[in-house]
């Protein structure tokens, strides 16, 4: 098994391999950014019945296709398994099952860890044929509702979309004011304890695979559930254990940075332009631009085509973007800790709480840039549960995720804040952040800007897009190949 090329995450691959050994299966887990090469020449070297790969983001989805190709084309006869939280069983059925998918190779999407052991007994059983023949058909009749669907689906040309674009009355409600300080500001002070109460446990149970039934379902419901209630509690119980251990001797620590600037949105409309001072804004000295992308599939409401874009004022209007990246550091020391003791389980929990504690970093900070360093929302009275359920003015939405589905931009937001120099957060070549546990974002104050999915786009845009990143199309197709909603060349 291994995390492919140029993405770092491996907690579920790692809770895979802890349930594959517990029903006697050998594992050769050769870990994160993996090269093609690399897992090959480890499948040949171990002569290993089936090669699993694993991958949190997007560029990873792309990454698989290639190993697929290079599989076949040297000849492997190796089952390939497909698993992470950015896959699907559509994504494996129609871009990476045909480049390799055989009765005695097939490709399989495993949805999660406790079905990898019925997968791998089923390939490896006398019953093989009929159930590889079951996924065939199955995946077969996928691909062909996809493109069918594709051909039955409308998308708006680009220019349309364009027009059709959320229009705020920026006079009526207008950008919010100038933050208390421009610039970056490196965060360094803020302890574990200051971001426990920020803590979303949800996504805890979800990564050990933990679901309680309606009406049961989260936190602290789930304690409750007859099925899973007695095994999330345990396993609560020894996560705040380890949590204030982790506390009182300090092997984690939290650390980021914060860049606030002015910005207006271009003159199309489709991109936004950070200017270091008020001089250079009004001399139209631009420091950097974040190209935006809008949605295309048409709607069947008269709902408009959003890009982040329409939530920052045009030229002549004083708005302001914001942007952080922050960290946990000391999960990697924790786990090589525990992997020299050979305990799984505490490996798997650290990985997990160092994931909690940055996500509730990332609250946290973004409380403070409402209420105090940009300082829009100085009289915010919500308590830690709002929060989680957004009941504040702004968002702060991902480079990579669906507002923004394109990771390149995480590169001018590292240009600009200096998350490397300023606070040893890195990208990898598929520009996966390092540490795995990070989260960056960008941060819109108007009560008007919203989450959203950009969905499938068209050529057209994809188009305009690459020139206006200055980029080749070819390459940026690649980026973008998750939501095109064509065949890429």
Not at 155 to 173: E, R, V
Not at 225 to 243: H, I, P, R, S, T
Not at 280 to 299: F, G, I, P, S, V
Not at 413 to 430: P, Q, Y
Request: net charge negative; aromatic share 10%.
């Amino acid at each position: 098994m291994a995390t492919v090329k140029g993405d770092v995450h491996d907690i579920g691959k790692n809770i895979v391999a802890v349930v594959l050994g517990c029903n006697n299966y050998k594992v050769y887990d050769i870990g994160v950014m993996c090269s093609c090469e690399k897992i090959l020449e480890k499948a040949k070297e171990y002569d290993v019945d089936v090669i699993g790969l694993s991958g949190l983001i997007t560029p990873s989805l792309d990454e698989m296709v290639v190993v697929a190709k290079e599989m076949s084309k040297a000849g492997f006869k190796q089952p390939l398994l497909i698993g992470g939280a950015t896959t699907s069983k559509m994504h494996t059925a129609v871009k990476i099952s045909p480049n390799y998918f055989s009765m005695e190779h097939p490709v399989i999407h495993v949805l999660d860890a406790s079905r990898s052991v019925t997968v791998v007994s089923s390939l490896l059983s006398e019953l093989k044929g009929e159930y590889v023949q079951d996924i065939m058909e199955e995946y077969d009749e996928m691909r062909e509702d996809y493109y069918a669907g594709l051909e039955d689906r409308y998308f708006l040309d680009y220019d349309k979309a364009k027009a059709a674009k959320k229009n705020i009355d920026f006079d009526a409600i207008p950008p919010a004011p100038q933050p208390r300080k421009l610039g970056n500001t490196v965060i360094d002070t803020v302890s574990l304890e200051d971001v426990v109460p920020y803590m979303d446990w949800n996504p805890f149970f979800q990564t050990w695979e933990l679901r309680g039934r309606y009406p049961n379902r989260g936190y602290p419901k789930i304690f409750k559930d007859e099925a899973v209630g007695g095994e999330a509690k345990k396993l609560f119980d020894d996560a705040q254990a380890m949590l204030k251990e982790i506390i009182a001797d300090k092997s984690m620590q939290l650390k980021g940075v914060v860049g606030l600037y002015a910005a207006n949105r271009s003159e199309d409309g489709e991109d936004v332009h950070l200017y270091e001072s008020e001089e250079d804004r009004e001399a139209d000295k631009r420091l950097a631009t974040y190209c935006m992308l809008r949605q295309q599939a048409e709607k069947e409401s008269d709902e408009p085509y959003l890009s982040q874009a329409d939530f920052i004022a045009p030229r002549g209007y004083k708005d302001h973007l914001g942007m952080f990246a922050v960290s946990c550091f000391g999960c990697g020391a924790l786990v090589e800790k525990y992997e020299a003791d050979n305990d799984d389980y505490s490996k798997i929990m650290a990985q997990a709480l160092a994931d909690r504690f940055v996500e509730a970093f990332a609250e946290y900070l973004h409380r403070v840039i409402r209420t105090d360093m940009w300082g829009y929302a100085p009289d915010e009275q919500l308590d830690e549960a709002d929060l989680l359920k957004i009941k504040y003015d702004g968002i702060r939405p991902a480079p990579g995720y669906p507002s923004q589905p394109d990771h390149t931009e995480k590169q001018t937001m590292w240009n600009v804040i200096k998350c490397h120099e300023l606070a040893g957060i890195e990208l990898s070549e598929s520009l996966s952040m390092m540490p795995a546990a990070s989260v960056s974002a960008l941060v819109f104050a108007h009560p008007e800007s919203q989450y959203f999915a950009v969905g499938q786009i068209g050529k057209d845009q994809v188009t305009s897009y690459a020139e206006r990143k200055k980029m080749d199309l070819s390459p940026c197709e690649r980026w973008l190949s998750p939501i095109l909603n064509y065949e890429r060349d």
